[in-house]
């Protein structure tokens, strides 16, 4: 980032001189946050050696230590300002197996740990020397608790030979920017306030109160409002679903994407979603990749380096910038490999049992084989689409075994040729790694099937960003399979939620055709890509931006002295971070941008699933709670953005259900009641029947009616007088199914329309109501019924009266 400066004949002339702030300005902490300091003092005092693994209770010790200290100051010196020395004296030795007499320890451990993460700012630098050769004055004036004597050490330690004309701290002078130090220096330097600038990173100390004095003030924020904000929400989920790992230490990794940031020119949205989130994760994943390949590279190997396509496209663009070397991007997808390596039915069966749904058309361009049974079976659909689950069943009558065997053979051959024509002297390679977004490894598996099978003995290795690492134990003998974030970084409940929302890094990180399906002379034949011109043109704007980010890193990093990917298992938990908080705590902006994205399945239909769906999620929460509701099945593709959708802490109750961390007996429903609800058949006859009313975490009633088709009822009235007369009514939903459990555990979910409700001596506006009688009661539609049993859920908040 750059500050505004004046012109040269005003630099020449009329400046008096120039005063930096140090911390977050001349000088940038190569840690998450300014408290990572702390953190590293944890272990580098020997604390961490005598009390592991409590790293949170010192950090936590030492902030409220300083906060005694500078309370102690105001209240006997009228002033907050305070040495570190001062600091440590609140400090609990006791509780870490220290005793007073290590005071001096703690304090040369801080300031060792300042030592070894400050880097100086080259932007910063380059603006000093550049006034310093001007013949300005310049110096440093700093809210710290570090006395000018350790300043001096830690910036000539960060700069070596650095000199200035003055340095001023508040603890030294007893006060701070914001109270009388500006005073001070203007007073004993002699400067003039209205020709001198200060530069700063604090919009209180460093702007406000330099304008206070007449200094001309030069803003330096740490970072955008928006990246600070996204900031705070990646260290709520590192500490959430990294747990036991230092949650403060990322080897520089938040910082390089600081300065990435400001060294960039604004662009659109998706670029700086590119820039800011999704280039930080996936050039993590390159040096990942790079690791993976130099291990696999050995004497005697030929190895080569494959991206999977369409998903691994993004990636391949990475390494092509960063590396230059030969890659290869391999448009083989999950179909195609299992097709190509089935020797018996049961991995077509397999995989059809995937698809959503299929048509005659779609099965015959995957097979290559046409019937009149398979006509005849999907005839018997509605508008000839069946479930994949139904075609699976069927498939051992609709075709015979050595159909598959040949139709496998052909496919196998064809993907043979593509890949001695995509991958340079393939015949000659002794080891083959695939990149890839991952998950279980079913292409590399099936990959392995084809190989064995042809004779080719080249040895595979996966390397994935996301892996489900139990499926990994059949790989071939000689194989090898790893992911970036494995079960080792996350656990396997956080990585199967992280999966639940992955399909948009797939949309965002792939090609812009249509996903393979088979090959010819060497070259691929693509299905047709039905998503939207305007979703791919998106999608290239976000490559985009984490194409500038991944170019940019090196060059930064080295500026800066940052090293961000050099300790893997470090990288691999800032990475999940990162990503983590954009699938699942996504801002408004983010939902705005990506939540219009539809999803291309590519197994058997070209139909496209929505990314988000609030209304689905509502309707789920209120037919079948909280916790059923947060394991819905896709689509829509994007759950936890769907939850986010309804309101932030929606999406973070998703997070914590995920995380395993949502008590049950909390946030489920508990029994608070009883309502008689009014039952209108068709003839007009009523009867009442009493229903239980329960509350759940989110302080919602539900109430939920079973009917049978034999009841023939015509109307509900639910006298929402009498136990909630002012609320907001979230929805009314209906299941069916053949006894009443069957209908209260049913997926198919659907929503009464708020157009068919009768608010009966209620007055309405929008999801608020108010009873304006005693009687006041919804009146509630009874659809037709298809099933034997039918369960109306109803879902409220009640403001005011809650039921006895």
């Keep these: 980032m750059t500050i505004t400066t004046v012109d040269a004949k005003c630099r020449t002339q009329n400046v008096s001189a120039w005063s930096f702030d140090v ?130 050490r830690l910036l000539r330690a960060c700069r070596p030979g650095l000199t200035w004309d003055f340095l001023y701290t508040s603890c030294d002078h007893g006060s701070s920017k914001s109270e009388a130090l500006f005073a001070r220096y203007l007073s004993e330097q002699g400067v003039d306030a209205a020709t001198s600038f200060h530069v700063g990173d604090n919009e209180t100390a460093d702007i406000k109160g330099a304008r206070r004095h007449g200094i001309r003030p030069r803003y330096y924020p740490q970072a955008t409002p928006r990246l600070a904000s996204m900031f705070q929400r990646e260290t709520a989920l590192f500490e959430l679903l990294c747990q036991g790992a230092p949650s403060r230490h990322d080897d520089g990794a938040r910082t390089l994407r600081r300065m990435v940031a400001a060294r960039s020119a604004e662009k659109s949205p998706g670029f700086h979603l590119g820039l800011s989130v999704l280039g930080p994760v996936m050039t993590a994943f390159d040096a990942f990749v790079a690791r993976r390949y130099e291990a696999v590279a050995g004497p005697s190997r030929q190895v080569a380096l494959g991206f999977l396509g369409r998903d691994g496209f993004l990636s391949h663009r990475i390494w092509q910038d960063l590396h230059g070397t030969s890659s290869a991007y391999l448009e083989i997808n999950r179909r195609v490999s299992l097709i190509a390596s089935a020797d018996t039915m049961q991995p077509l069966v397999e995989l059809l049992g995937k698809v959503f749904k299929i048509d005659a058309p779609t099965f015959r361009d995957m097979m290559k084989i046409t019937s009149p049974k398979v006509a005849e079976f999907f ?68 990959l392995r099937r084809v190989f064995d099978q042809e004779g080719i003995k080249i040895r595979l290795h996966g390397a994935y960003l996301i892996s489900l690492d139990d499926a990994f134990d059949d790989v071939g003998e ?110 408004e ?30 309707d789920r929460i209120t037919a079948r709670g909280l916790s059923a509701a947060c394991t819905s099945a896709a689509p829509p593709m994007w759950l936890a953005g769907s939850f986010a959708r309804l309101s932030p802490s929606h999406g973070y109750l998703y997070v914590l259900f995920g995380a395993n961390r949502l008590p049950a007996d909390v946030f489920e429903e508990q029994r608070c009641g009883a309502v008689q609800v009014g039952l209108f058949r068709v003839g007009g006859e009523a009867t009442l029947e009493t229903v239980t009313i329960h509350r759940n975490g989110l302080g919602e009633l539900r109430l939920r009616i079973p009917l049978s088709r034999a009841m023939a009822i015509a109307t509900l009235a639910l006298p929402l007088a009498k136990f909630a007369p002012q609320g907001l009514l979230h929805g009314v939903t209906v299941q069916q199914g053949e006894d009443v459990r069957d209908a209260a555990e049913s997926h198919d979910v659907v929503g009464i329309t708020d157009a068919s409700l009768v608010y009966a001596g209620l007055q309405r506006t929008g999801a608020h109501y108010r009873a304006e009688t005693a009687d006041g009661c919804l009146l509630i539609p009874v659809v037709p019924m298809t099933q034997d049993i039918v369960v109306y859920s109803v879902a409220i908040t009640p403001l005011g009266t809650s039921p006895k």
Aim: proline share 4%; hydrophobic share 45%; aromatic share 8%.
């Design 23 to 152: 911390f977050d300005t001349f000088l940038v902490r190569a840690c998450a946050t300014p408290d990572g300091v702390f953190e590293r003092t944890y272990e580098l005092s020997g604390v961490s050696r005598c009390c592991p693994n409590v790293s949170a209770s010192f950090v936590q010790h030492r902030i409220q230590a300083e906060a005694r200290a500078r309370k102690t100051a105001k209240d006997e010196r009228g002033a907050s300002e305070v040495h570190i020395a001062e600091i440590y004296s609140y400090f609990p030795f006791r509780l870490f197996g220290l005793a007073r007499r290590d005071l001096n320890d703690l304090v040369e451990a801080e300031f060792d740990a300042e030592r070894e993460l400050c880097r100086v700012n080259p932007d910063m630098l380059r603006q000093y020397l550049d006034m310093k050769r001007a013949g300005h004055r310049v110096g440093f004036i700093s809210d710290t608790y570090w006395d000018s004597d350790r300043l001096t």
């Design 379 to 446: 005839a018997s659909f509605p508008g000839g689409i069946a479930t994949g689950e139904e075609l699976a069943a069927a498939l051992p009558d609709l075709m015979d075994p050595g159909e598959i065997v040949a139709l496998a053979a052909a496919l196998r051959a064809r993907l043979i040729t593509y890949l001695r024509h995509a991958i340079p002297d393939f015949d000659d390679c002794t080891d083959l790694v695939l990149a890839d977004l991952g998950y279980s490894g079913s292409v590399q598996k099936a």
């Design 478 to 587: 000689e194989d090898s399979a790893e992911g970036f974030i494995s079960d080792l970084v996350v656990t396997p409940h956080v990585k199967r939620m992280l999966i639940r929302n992955v399909a948009l890094l797939e949309q965002a990180c792939c090609a812009a055709d249509g996903s393979v399906r088979d090959y010819e002379g060497g070259e691929v034949l693509r299905e047709i890509n039905p998503r939207p011109t305007s979703q791919i043109a998106l999608a290239a704007e976000i490559q985009a931006g984490a194409l500038t980010f991944a170019e940019s890193a090196a060059s930064v990093a080295a500026d800066y002295g940052l090293d961000p990917y050099a300790a893997p298992a470090v990288a691999a938990r800032w990475c999940t971070a990162t990503l983590a908080r954009l699938l699942l705590l996504p801002d």
């Design 589 to 618: 902006d983010e939902l705005a941008l990506l939540g219009g994205l539809k999803h291309d399945v590519n197994l058997g239909t070209h139909a496209l699933a929505p990314m988000l769906d609030s209304d689905f999620v509502r």
